[in-house]
């Protein structure tokens, strides 16, 4: 009982230390945090005081947000000035609003006023309806959320009472039960669980599949009996509320005046779901939308691309045209006016007012009239059309059969909907290596322990990748001929191609010099390092494990430091709390169970290690060991290993409880989950974790605990982990490590004052490390340091302070860490292999092909990138590779200067990239056949900015770039300053957390749905299942998406200039008066109605070349890089075309009614008419593929606009003219001629001089299927 | 058809593969697979085609310029602009109720029907605010309107008291010379019968324009006053025929409905009655014009026209020579396509 206190010290640390664990791992959200710590410090209350609601009418936190939430933009009252008020942020709206609203000014109307409203209303209310859909159904969820039940404690009726989401207040107290979904951010106050833990599912907040612990507060830690809500006084201060999931901190002021730090797995966030706990109960801390959950919720992302940037240069362009126009026909109005002098002929109205306008004035008022008459040339359609042309390529998209992934049933997402046509232009692609090239499935491949290597067979692999069910265990030991083995080599034996194929692996390993042995009898050392061990206190009374011949001790630390040292849960579908009931407690126990006759307990070693289990319950004895006699074990070890080198012994394994064999690990890094499927192939299994106790069970031993004692957390920084745990059997307190190679060789003891070996050791392990990595392993130094008491008291001291301090916790546990971590021994290393995806050498390939530059960033080491990169084909064994590793910016400097001098004769620092304007084949020129490889010290030199301009020089002449060692920031970097600098296109994928900066920063950020988590998807705004389908995505979705806007976008500008130049010629003929013969409904709805329809299934069925012709031929993708389906002189080029196509159709009829006594109207819809023909051919022209939903769609339209005009549109003049002209040949003849001579160039254009594209069309046969 | 398959394999997909739920549907449609027809504009295909339609033009092209050229039309200018003209005197804008006489000969006969125009060239009828300066209810026989014209018509809506009947520039200004054709038959002139029926549109007549429904008319029109520069009211513009007044009287409506180009003709009358039907013999005829239009303020001239029409409309050359032409260009630029085709295609093969 003395040592209770202390306990609870340690047990906080330990929290603290598991606090910081994850802290550090949301590279994405440290922005976040410090916007948030910044805008917090401008507040006066930088805290949070909850008290708890007494259910009288004052509630304390009433001034905090309730748990009601609304996530719907409008009320029923705000919605139409809010909504309007939205969408007058789009310039262009409030341009036509003007426009309209310009009409009711008596002077200068030009059509009648309310119809000029129409299409503004039209096109605002389509908007509107639009907005008022997604808010009826955020509403409706909100609705729904709102009124979930959970149990909230009432004072009055002093009990739990059913109450809806929406009624829970903050300082509530909430009873959780299995699976039931949070309600709002609570913090843990009391859980059934006899470990004081609750289990979540965060998979809606984070994706992440595997359970997450959370822990009751330490002052309700020990509280037997049933939490009582009246008994609760204290008082909690947090911070406010912010939207970082992985943190939280505060305290709860008791009554008594003590307080009790709050960490974040204190506190249960909305959203989550309770699972394995029968019940929980807490204090609802933030609420509503002041929960984390909801403070993360930021819709989806506006991007704004590339070709809408074009356009809208365009746009201003044709502003400037129209206002050109106005000008021009204004000055001529003036002058006309001022050719009759005084002499005003009958046909010219005076002013209302009876007076004559001057000719300025008129010239004036007819300025403004015709910004009205020739607004169509701003195409107010084209906006909306644009939208709903994306809306429809995000359909197809998500729809692509061939972007869907059977294995884990997903499909493309698309979750930001305006940039497609982006995909079609991108120039750089910036990748993730692991888990974007790779499965991100890592498989145990090989170890070197002390110096002496073992390879794992990749028979078991396979086995070990998906642990069946049942447990591999017991196959492992039942079929021991094919299950995992290591096996022993000499220095010299030369290591195996992971190449190779497996039959070839086998024979290899059988073939080797030394025999095979099979896991068990790896298992058989550990066991056998344990009896040692535990023989020797027998023997001699102070035997340390370093006195046992240091390879064993060695083996067995190193499996254990797999085992314990990691953050893996475990768990089981059927058990969900998994424990050890009765592990083994002492060495007294030990030898008990293990030689129950033949050693006695006369050892008094260890005394405090009892307390690992002073919690846990008696409930049945379930680990109890039930292996044959000791005895007979014993003597069969040493048979066996005296048969060491024949052929691999049977072994039969020791029975043991069925539960074992359903463990399942979970971990938040796959390398975690693969180092402990690893050691448990080697029969030496983590089977339970709790926060502050770790159970292996080892064979014939049974389950031994390990009291953890803090876990210092993995971080990019550090690139390292530790744990320090208590050894059950020698009581001595150990630090396990495990971490890059290169930061652990840092900390190895130096040599001197270590064992002589030690030396050797390093430079064996290392030489290993590189054999590795240039299998294209990923590598990982496993190292430990026993600590003295006084040692640990000392470090302890410091730690405790560091996790106790409010200011700056972070740097001070970040520096405690490092004091600890000094002076390791290292114990071995081993090679992950994370296999490529399918596809992903094909992909790079045709990739590249298409034109891109592929640059792949990654955090492994540069020997492991390289390997991966040959492998995936990104750099290739012919061309030359450039290797920048530089200790110093100086250094780094004068390689750039070297490299660029050597390779690029031609090389200008500040050269700019070839703009888009040159054609592939000269960019294609400036490409070398180079690779480049740069480490991530070397790349913070050379994206310094003195350096950066030359390394971009170097490095975009390079085929393919290789970045290593590199941090998320630098990732983010590089993208930003290619993005930048080159001014080209990006587009960067990524699987995890530390890919998240790189997403955002590029034009596209894509995320694969992989196995580490949602960040990166939640960041993106494509995510894909698997890298490969980026081709399909690219080369086929991109190029449509792209070639379709942009063909819609010259489309539009060009039949609106058409149309518009219409109404301007005629101004000629009617002394620039403004007055059109196009009646005013066609004007108005030409470009809403007739026109626009056509054109949007253009827009979105349109294929230029086939999906399977774009595959072959991924040269076609670099037209969209190149902009070449929209440049500026395309846009000059239509503009002029239109102007030379409405001068045909306005002169053709001019000439033919010329001095006839045609009327107004009955003149003007033959031009309408033709104006109409001209634009639909050309669009059949322009179009590629002709759906027959095309033809039809053209004469749909076309007798609609027919047969509606004179019924309904005409209230005015034009009443009945059409049918006149129905019955004119004449008519019919204008209909065949003009749009012949209109589009004449057009078809002369299209002749025989084939175009780029029909060449490459040529080799591939087409599906003629009509 | 072949969407209809998509979907009906799309079913039995979808059985087969249900418990994966995110699999798209495998539909003609969502996978971009619709029965689509490639145009491949190769050269042999463009080159026939445009000889065809070159070869299709120029016939169209020679049909319509025979029929244009078959055409018989006479135009007379009576602006009286020349002194030596008889209208010179009338042109004088002090001038009042003046008469002038057009002599003219047909060598041979002109075939009817003959048609009978006035034209007016730098008229703009098409001015914007000409254009507008109407009342469409008034003109529909809508009483409310007669008190009170729409502010369209301003200026031209009161005299100051009294609100005119029709308002508006385009009723005021209105055409109001008027013609009596004379043709010399044995040493005295006959006077040629002129059918001014159904020289408006139908629409115009029966739907678009009403009379008030009063009768008589004239009483629908108390307390309103006649257009600035007419001489007569509306209910008295054809005091031959009672039912050719008001709005619905044919010179009006032809009047009524703007010409598109400042420079046009209108229809004022047909020659298709007695002896005239089938056209105006050859011979000497005059022309008795009441000279009420003044166009010389705003160097307009004043003409009449005869023609007769084909099926094709009245005589226009245009048409013809257009046809004509593009035909061509489209036969010369399959030639040059066939030139530049040879070039590229030969060497190749070699």
Same mark, same amino acid.
């Given at each position: 009982? #003395?040592?209770?206190?202390?306990?609870?010290?340690?047990?906080?640390?330990?929290?603290?230390?598991?606090?910081?664990?994850?802290?550090?791992?949301? /590279?994405?959200?440290?922005?976040?945090?410090?916007?948030?710590?910044?805008?917090?410090?401008?507040?006066?209350?930088?805290?949070?005081?909850?008290?708890?609601?007494?259910?009288?009418?004052?509630?304390?936190?009433?001034?905090?947000?309730?748990?009601?939430?609304?996530?719907?933009?409008?009320?029923?009252?705000?919605?139409?000035?809010?909504?309007?008020? #939205?969408?007058?942020?789009?310039?262009?709206?409030?341009?036509?609003?003007?426009?309209?609203?310009?009409?009711?000014?008596?002077?200068?109307?030009?059509?009648?006023?309310?119809?000029?409203?129409?299409?503004?209303?039209?096109?605002?209310?389509?908007?509107?309806?639009?907005?008022?859909?997604?808010?009826?159904?955020?509403?409706?969820?909100?609705?729904?959320?709102?009124?979930?039940?959970?149990?909230?404690?009432?004072?009055?009726?002093?009990?739990?009472?059913?109450?809806?989401?929406?009624?829970?207040?903050?300082?509530?107290?909430?009873?959780?039960?299995?699976?039931?979904?949070?309600? %709002?951010?609570?913090?843990?106050?009391?859980?059934?669980?006899?470990?004081?833990?609750?289990?979540?599912?965060?998979?809606?907040?984070?994706?992440?599949?595997?359970?997450?612990?959370?822990?009751?507060?330490?002052?309700?830690?020990?509280?037997?009996? =049933?939490?009582?809500?009246?008994?609760?006084?204290?008082?909690?201060?947090?911070?406010?509320?912010?939207?970082?999931?992985?943190?939280?901190?505060?305290?709860?002021?008791?009554?008594?005046?003590?307080?009790?730090?709050?960490? @974040?797995?204190?506190?249960?966030?909305?959203?989550?779901?309770?699972?394995?706990?029968?019940?929980?109960?807490?204090?609802?801390?933030?609420?509503?939308?002041?929960?984390?959950?909801?403070?993360?919720?930021?819709?989806?992302?506006?991007?704004?691309?590339?070709? #809408?940037?074009?356009?809208?240069?365009?746009?201003?362009?044709?502003?400037?045209?129209?206002?050109?126009?106005?000008?021009?026909?204004?000055?001529?109005?003036?002058?006309?006016?001022?050719?009759?002098?005084?002499?005003?002929?009958?046909?010219?109205?005076?002013?209302?007012?009876?007076?004559?306008?001057?000719?300025?004035?008129?010239?004036?008022?007819?300025?403004?009239?015709?910004?009205?008459?020739?607004?169509?040339?701003?195409?107010?359609?084209?906006?909306?059309?644009?939208?709903?042309?994306?809306?429809?390529?995000?359909?197809?998209?998500?729809?692509?059969?061939?972007?869907?992934?059977?294995?884990?049933?997903?499909?493309?997402?698309?979750?930001?909907?305006?940039?497609?046509?982006?995909?079609?232009?991108?120039?750089?692609?910036?990748?993730? @290596?692991?888990?974007?090239?790779?499965?991100?499935?890592?498989?145990?491949?090989?170890?070197?322990?002390?110096?002496?290597?073992?390879?794992?067979?990749?028979?078991?692999?396979?086995?070990?990748?998906?642990?069946?069910?049942?447990?591999?265990?017991?196959?492992?030991?039942?079929?021991?001929?094919?299950?995992?083995?290591?096996?022993?080599?000499?220095?010299?034996?030369?290591?195996?191609?992971?190449?190779?194929?497996?039959?070839?692996?086998?024979?290899?390993?059988? &073939?080797?010099?030394?025999?095979?042995?099979?896991?068990?009898?790896?298992?058989?050392?550990?066991?056998?390092?344990?009896?040692?061990?535990?023989?020797?206190?027998?023997?001699?009374?102070?035997?340390?494990?370093?006195?046992?011949?240091?390879?064993?001790?060695?083996?067995?630390?190193?499996?254990?430091?797999?085992?314990?040292?990691?953050?893996?849960?475990?768990?089981?579908?059927?058990?969900?709390?998994?424990?050890?009931?009765?592990?083994?407690?002492?060495?007294?126990?030990?030898?008990?169970?293990?030689?129950?006759?033949?050693?006695?307990?006369?050892?008094?070693?260890?005394?405090?290690?009892?307390?690992?289990?002073?919690?846990?319950?008696?409930?049945?004895?379930?680990?109890?060991?039930?292996?044959?006699?000791?005895?007979?074990?014993?003597?069969?070890?040493?048979?066996?290993?005296?048969?060491?080198?024949?052929?691999?012994?049977?072994?039969?394994?020791?029975?043991?409880?069925?539960?074992?064999?359903?463990?399942?690990?979970?971990?938040?890094?796959?390398?975690?989950?693969?180092?402990?499927?690893?050691?448990?192939?080697?029969?030496?299994?983590?089977?339970?974790?709790?926060?502050?106790?770790?159970?292996?069970?080892?064979?014939?031993?049974?389950?031994?605990?390990?009291?953890?004692?803090?876990?210092?957390?993995?971080?990019?920084?550090?690139?390292?982990?530790?744990?320090?745990?208590?050894?059950?059997?020698?009581?001595?307190?150990?630090?396990?490590?495990?971490?890059?190679?290169?930061?652990?060789?840092?900390?190895?003891?130096?040599?001197?004052?270590?064992?002589?070996?030690?030396?050797?050791?390093? &430079?064996?392990?290392?030489?290993?490390?590189?054999? +590795?990595?240039?299998?294209?392993?990923?590598?990982?130094?496993?190292?430990?340091?026993?600590?003295?008491?006084?040692?640990?008291?000392?470090?302890?001291?410091?730690?405790?302070?560091?996790?106790?301090?409010?200011?700056?916790?972070?740097?001070?546990?970040?520096?405690?860490?490092?004091?600890?971590?000094?002076?390791?021994?290292?114990?071995?290393?081993?090679?992950?292999?994370?296999?490529?995806?399918?596809?992903?050498?094909?992909?790079?390939?045709?990739?590249?092909?298409?034109?891109?530059?592929?640059?792949?960033?990654?955090?492994?080491?540069?020997?492991? /990138?390289?390997?991966?990169?040959?492998?995936?084909?990104?750099?290739?064994?012919? =061309?030359?590779?450039?290797?920048?590793?530089?200790?110093?910016?100086?250094?780094?400097?004068?390689?750039?200067?070297?490299?660029?001098?050597?390779?690029?004769?031609?090389?200008?620092?500040?050269?700019?990239?070839?703009?888009?304007?040159?054609?592939?084949?000269?960019?294609?020129?400036?490409?070398?056949?180079?690779?480049?490889?740069?480490?991530?010290?070397? &790349?913070?030199?050379?994206?310094?900015?003195?350096?950066?301009?030359?390394?971009?020089?170097?490095?975009?002449?390079?085929?393919?770039?290789?970045?290593?060692?590199?941090?998320?920031?630098?990732?983010?970097?590089?993208?930003?300053?290619?993005?930048?600098? &080159?001014?080209?296109?990006?587009?960067?994928?990524?699987?995890?957390?530390?890919?998240?900066?790189?997403?955002?920063?590029?034009?596209?950020?894509?995320?694969?749905?992989?196995?580490?988590?949602?960040? %990166?998807?939640?960041?993106?705004?494509?995510?894909?299942?698997?890298?490969?389908?980026?081709?399909?995505?690219?080369?086929?979705?991109?190029?449509?998406?792209?070639?379709?806007?942009?063909?819609?976008?010259?489309?539009?500008?060009? @039949?609106?200039?058409?149309?518009?130049?219409?109404?301007?010629?005629?101004?000629?003929?009617?002394?620039?008066?403004?007055? /059109?013969?196009?009646?005013?409904? +066609?004007?108005?709805?030409?470009?809403?109605?007739?026109?626009?329809?056509?054109?949007?299934?253009?827009?979105?069925?349109?294929?230029?070349?086939?999906?399977?012709?774009?595959?072959?031929?991924?040269?076609?993708?670099?037209?969209?890089?190149?902009?070449?389906?929209?440049?500026?002189?395309?846009?000059?080029?239509?503009?002029?075309?239109?102007?030379?196509?409405?001068?045909?159709?306005?002169?053709?009829?001019?000439?033919?009614?010329?001095?006839?006594?045609?009327?107004?109207?009955?003149?003007?819809?033959?031009?309408?008419?033709?104006?109409?023909?001209?634009?639909?051919?050309?669009?059949?022209?322009?179009?590629?593929?002709?759906?027959?939903?095309?033809?039809?769609?053209?004469?749909?339209?076309?007798?609609?606009?027919?047969?509606?005009?004179?019924?309904?549109?005409?209230?005015?003049?034009?009443?009945?003219?059409?049918?006149?002209?129905?019955?004119?040949?004449?008519?019919?003849?204008?209909?065949?001629?003009?749009?012949?001579?209109?589009?004449?160039?057009? +078809?002369?254009?299209?002749?025989?001089?084939?175009?780029?594209?029909?060449?490459?069309?040529?080799?591939?046969?087409?599906?003629?299927?009509? | 058809?072949?969407?209809?398959?998509?979907?009906?394999?799309?079913?039995?997909?979808?059985?087969?593969?249900?418990?994966?739920?995110?699999?798209?549907?495998?539909?003609?449609?969502?996978?971009?697979?619709?029965?689509?027809?490639?145009?491949?504009?190769?050269?042999?295909?463009?080159?026939?085609?445009?000889?065809? !339609?070159?070869?299709?033009?120029?016939?169209?092209?020679?049909?319509?310029?025979?029929?244009?050229?078959? !055409?018989?039309?006479?135009?007379?200018?009576?602006?009286?602009?020349?002194?030596?003209?008889?209208?010179?005197?009338?042109?004088?804008?002090?001038?009042?109720?003046?008469?002038?006489?057009?002599?003219?000969?047909?060598?041979?006969?002109?075939?009817?029907?003959?048609?009978?125009?006035?034209?007016?060239?730098?008229?703009?009828?098409?001015?914007?605010?000409?254009?507008?300066?109407?009342?469409?209810?008034?003109?529909?026989?809508?009483?409310?309107?007669?008190?009170?014209?729409?502010?369209?018509?301003?200026?031209?809506?009161?005299?100051?008291?009294?609100?005119?009947?029709?308002?508006?520039?385009?009723?005021?200004?209105?055409?109001?010379?008027?013609?009596?054709?004379?043709?010399?038959?044995?040493?005295?002139?006959?006077?040629?019968?002129?059918?001014?029926?159904?020289?408006? *549109?139908?629409?115009?007549?029966?739907?678009?324009?009403?009379?008030?429904?009063?009768?008589?008319?004239?009483?629908?029109?108390?307390?309103?006053?006649?257009?600035?520069? *007419?001489?007569?009211?509306?209910?008295?513009?054809?005091?031959?025929?009672?039912?050719?007044?008001?709005?619905?009287?044919?010179?009006?409506?032809? *009047?009524?409905?703007?010409?598109?180009?400042?420079?046009?003709?209108?229809?004022?009358?047909?020659?298709?009655?007695?002896?005239?039907?089938?056209?105006?013999?050859?011979?000497?005829?005059?022309?008795?014009?009441?000279?009420?239009?003044?166009?010389?303020?705003?160097?307009?001239?004043?003409?009449?026209?005869?023609?007769?029409?084909? *099926?094709?409309?009245?005589?226009?050359?245009?048409?013809?020579?257009?046809?004509?032409?593009?035909?061509?260009?489209?036969?010369?630029?399959?030639?040059?396509?066939? !030139?530049?085709?040879?070039?590229?295609?030969?060497?190749?093969?070699?």
């Amino acid at each position: 009982m #003395e040592d209770e206190p202390n306990r609870g010290e340690v047990l906080e640390t330990t929290r603290g230390a598991m606090a910081r664990d994850t802290e550090d791992r949301a /590279a994405g959200t440290h922005k976040a945090e410090r916007r948030q710590r910044g805008r917090s410090k401008k507040k006066p209350k930088e805290t949070r005081t909850v008290r708890v609601h007494t259910g009288h009418e004052h509630n304390p936190n009433r001034h905090y947000a309730n748990n009601r939430i609304k996530t719907t933009k409008y009320t029923v009252l705000s919605f139409l000035p809010k909504n309007l008020f #939205e969408q007058f942020h789009r310039f262009a709206n409030v341009y036509f609003v003007f426009i309209a609203l310009l009409n009711f000014v008596p002077v200068v109307n030009a059509f009648q006023p309310e119809l000029a409203l129409a299409p503004v209303v039209f096109i605002l209310s389509v908007t509107a309806i639009k907005d008022l859909w997604e808010d009826y159904r955020r509403h409706r969820s909100d609705t729904e959320i709102n009124h979930m039940d959970c149990l909230v404690y009432s004072r009055a009726e002093r009990r739990y009472v059913e109450r809806f989401w929406k009624e829970v207040q903050v300082g509530d107290f909430i009873r959780l039960r299995c699976n039931e979904i949070l309600p %709002a951010d609570v913090l843990l106050l009391s859980s059934s669980d006899p470990d004081r833990l609750c289990h979540l599912e965060t998979a809606t907040l984070d994706g992440e599949t595997n359970l997450k612990q959370r822990q009751v507060v330490r002052s309700f830690f020990d509280l037997d009996c =049933e939490f009582d809500p009246l008994k609760f006084n204290g008082i909690i201060e947090c911070e406010k509320p912010n939207n970082d999931l992985n943190r939280f901190r505060g305290y709860i002021l008791h009554r008594s005046g003590s307080r009790d730090a709050l960490y @974040k797995d204190n506190l249960l966030l909305r959203g989550c779901t309770v699972r394995n706990t029968e019940e929980a109960v807490g204090i609802v801390i933030y609420a509503g939308h002041e929960t984390k959950a909801m403070l993360n919720n930021n819709g989806p992302r506006y991007k704004r691309s590339k070709l #809408e940037r074009q356009m809208n240069v365009h746009v201003f362009w044709c502003v400037v045209i129209l206002l050109l126009m106005c000008l021009f026909a204004a000055i001529g109005h003036g002058l006309w006016v001022f050719q009759y002098g005084d002499k005003r002929p009958v046909f010219d109205v005076l002013s209302p007012e009876g007076a004559e306008l001057s000719p300025v004035v008129a010239a004036v008022y007819l300025f403004l009239t015709l910004i009205i008459v020739f607004q169509v040339l701003i195409p107010i359609s084209l906006f909306v059309s644009i939208e709903i042309v994306k809306v429809c390529q995000v359909f197809f998209i998500h729809q692509d059969q061939d972007l869907y992934d059977e294995d884990s049933d997903s499909r493309l997402q698309c979750r930001a909907l305006n940039i497609t046509e982006d995909l079609g232009q991108t120039q750089y692609v910036f990748s993730d @290596k692991t888990g974007t090239l790779t499965e991100n499935k890592m498989v145990f491949r090989r170890c070197t322990v002390a110096g002496v290597e073992y390879s794992h067979d990749e028979v078991d692999s396979e086995e070990e990748e998906v642990p069946p069910p049942g447990g591999s265990l017991r196959r492992d030991s039942s079929s021991s001929q094919q299950s995992s083995r290591v096996v022993l080599r000499s220095l010299s034996t030369k290591t195996h191609r992971r190449t190779g194929s497996r039959a070839d692996a086998k024979r290899a390993s059988i &073939l080797s010099k030394h025999t095979a042995f099979s896991s068990p009898m790896v298992s058989m050392v550990l066991v056998l390092v344990l009896v040692l061990c535990l023989l020797c206190p027998v023997s001699s009374v102070q035997c340390p494990v370093s006195s046992l011949p240091s390879d064993l001790a060695d083996i067995m630390d190193f499996f254990m430091a797999l085992t314990v040292c990691n953050t893996v849960v475990v768990s089981s579908p059927n058990q969900p709390r998994q424990k050890s009931k009765s592990p083994v407690k002492t060495i007294e126990d030990f030898i008990k169970r293990f030689t129950p006759s033949r050693l006695t307990s006369g050892s008094s070693s260890s005394s405090s290690s009892s307390l690992a289990t002073s919690r846990s319950s008696n409930r049945g004895c379930s680990g109890l060991l039930s292996s044959p006699s000791a005895e007979s074990t014993l003597a069969k070890l040493q048979e066996e290993q005296a048969a060491l080198g024949s052929a691999p012994p049977r072994y039969d394994g020791t029975p043991r409880s069925p539960e074992d064999g359903e463990l399942r690990y979970e971990a938040e890094s796959p390398d975690e989950a693969a180092l402990v499927y690893a050691a448990r192939a080697y029969k030496c299994s983590l089977v339970g974790r709790l926060p502050d106790q770790v159970t292996v069970e080892l064979p014939h031993l049974g389950k031994l605990s390990f009291e953890l004692l803090h876990t210092l957390g993995f971080d990019s920084t550090r690139k390292r982990m530790s744990v320090v745990v208590r050894h059950p059997l020698t009581d001595q307190i150990t630090v396990y490590t495990k971490g890059a190679d290169s930061v652990i060789m840092d900390l190895i003891k130096p040599p001197d004052t270590g064992r002589k070996l030690s030396h050797e050791l390093v &430079l064996r392990t290392q030489n290993y490390l590189n054999l +590795y990595a240039a299998d294209g392993l990923r590598t990982l130094c496993i190292a430990k340091k026993v600590l003295s008491k006084e040692q640990y008291a000392c470090w302890l001291q410091r730690h405790l302070e560091a996790e106790t301090a409010i200011q700056g916790r972070e740097e001070l546990l970040f520096d405690s860490a490092l004091r600890l971590e000094t002076n390791l021994q290292l114990l071995g290393a081993t090679g992950i292999e994370d296999r490529l995806q399918d596809g992903v050498p094909e992909t790079i390939a045709s990739l590249r092909q298409a034109g891109l530059q592929i640059w792949v960033l990654t955090g492994d080491k540069q020997e492991t /990138a390289v390997n991966v990169a040959y492998a995936c084909k990104l750099l290739d064994p012919e =061309e030359e590779i450039l290797t920048l590793n530089a200790d110093s910016h100086e250094a780094c400097a004068l390689l750039l200067e070297e490299t660029a001098k050597a390779f690029l004769p031609n090389f200008a620092p500040f050269e700019v990239y070839p703009p888009s304007s040159s054609s592939p084949h000269s960019a294609a020129f400036t490409v070398h056949r180079l690779g480049l490889v740069i480490d991530g010290r070397t &790349l913070a030199y050379a994206l310094d900015q003195s350096l950066e301009d030359r390394f971009l020089a170097v490095a975009r002449s390079c085929r393919s770039v290789l970045c290593c060692r590199s941090t998320p920031l630098q990732k983010s970097t590089v993208v930003k300053l290619v993005r930048n600098k &080159l001014k080209v296109m990006t587009l960067a994928i990524g699987d995890g957390a530390n890919d998240v900066s790189m997403i955002q920063v590029a034009d596209v950020g894509v995320g694969i749905s992989g196995q580490e988590g949602m960040q %990166a998807v939640m960041a993106s705004d494509f995510a894909l299942p698997r890298f490969r389908y980026l081709q399909k995505l690219l080369l086929v979705h991109g190029h449509w998406s792209y070639s379709r806007l942009a063909n819609m976008i010259l489309f539009f500008f060009y @039949k609106n200039a058409m149309f518009v130049a219409l109404v301007f010629w005629y101004q000629f003929y009617c002394g620039f008066s403004g007055s /059109a013969m196009i009646d005013q409904w +066609y004007l108005i709805f030409f470009n809403l109605m007739f026109s626009a329809f056509p054109q949007l299934v253009t827009g979105t069925l349109d294929k230029d070349v086939s999906a399977e012709t774009l595959q072959q031929l991924p040269q076609l993708y670099m037209s969209g890089q190149n902009s070449e389906e929209y440049k500026p002189y395309m846009f000059w080029m239509n503009m002029i075309d239109a102007f030379y196509q409405s001068l045909v159709c306005f002169f053709i009829p001019y000439f033919a009614y010329a001095d006839s006594d045609v009327d107004v109207f009955t003149w003007g819809t033959p031009i309408t008419t033709l104006a109409l023909l001209t634009i639909l051919v050309h669009l059949g022209i322009e179009t590629r593929t002709w759906v027959r939903t095309h033809v039809s769609l053209f004469f749909t339209v076309s007798l609609c606009y027919n047969a509606s005009c004179p019924s309904c549109f005409s209230p005015s003049n034009p009443y009945w003219s059409m049918q006149r002209l129905l019955q004119d040949p004449l008519f019919y003849l204008l209909c065949v001629l003009t749009p012949v001579a209109a589009l004449l160039p057009r +078809y002369v254009q299209l002749g025989p001089v084939p175009l780029p594209l029909d060449l490459w069309l040529c080799p591939v046969p087409l599906p003629l299927d009509l | 058809m072949g969407k209809e398959g998509g979907c009906g394999q799309n079913k039995t997909m979808v059985k087969q593969e249900q418990e994966l739920a995110n699999r798209p549907d495998n539909t003609a449609f969502t996978q971009q697979r619709l029965p689509a027809w490639q145009p491949m504009l190769s050269a042999g295909i463009v080159i026939p085609g445009f000889v065809i !339609i070159g070869l299709a033009f120029i016939g169209i092209g020679v049909a319509l310029f025979i029929t244009s050229k078959n !055409i018989q039309v006479m135009e007379m200018d009576y602006t009286g602009f020349e002194p030596d003209s008889d209208c010179f005197k009338c042109s004088n804008p002090e001038e009042k109720n003046c008469v002038c006489q057009l002599d003219f000969n047909i060598s041979s006969r002109f075939e009817g029907p003959v048609f009978f125009y006035y034209g007016l060239s730098n008229y703009f009828q098409n001015y914007r605010r000409y254009g507008v300066s109407k009342d469409d209810a008034q003109l529909s026989g809508d009483l409310d309107n007669f008190k009170s014209p729409s502010d369209t018509c301003s200026p031209y809506d009161t005299d100051g008291i009294k609100p005119i009947v029709p308002c508006g520039s385009i009723a005021n200004s209105m055409f109001n010379d008027t013609f009596l054709l004379y043709r010399e038959v044995n040493g005295t002139n006959e006077l040629v019968p002129l059918d001014g029926k159904g020289i408006a *549109w139908w629409t115009d007549y029966n739907v678009k324009y009403r009379n008030p429904n009063v009768t008589p008319l004239k009483e629908a029109f108390e307390g309103t006053v006649k257009p600035l520069f *007419w001489p007569r009211p509306a209910y008295e513009l054809d005091t031959s025929d009672p039912n050719n007044n008001g709005f619905i009287n044919q010179d009006f409506l032809v *009047w009524m409905r703007r010409a598109a180009l400042p420079d046009f003709r209108k229809l004022y009358r047909r020659i298709a009655q007695g002896d005239y039907a089938r056209g105006l013999p050859a011979g000497n005829y005059s022309l008795k014009i009441a000279y009420n239009y003044p166009v010389l303020s705003f160097q307009g001239r004043k003409k009449v026209v005869f023609s007769n029409v084909s *099926w094709m409309g009245g005589r226009n050359d245009f048409l013809g020579i257009a046809y004509l032409v593009i035909g061509s260009m489209c036969v010369f630029m399959s030639i040059v396509m066939l !030139i530049v085709y040879a070039k590229f295609k030969f060497p190749e093969e070699d």
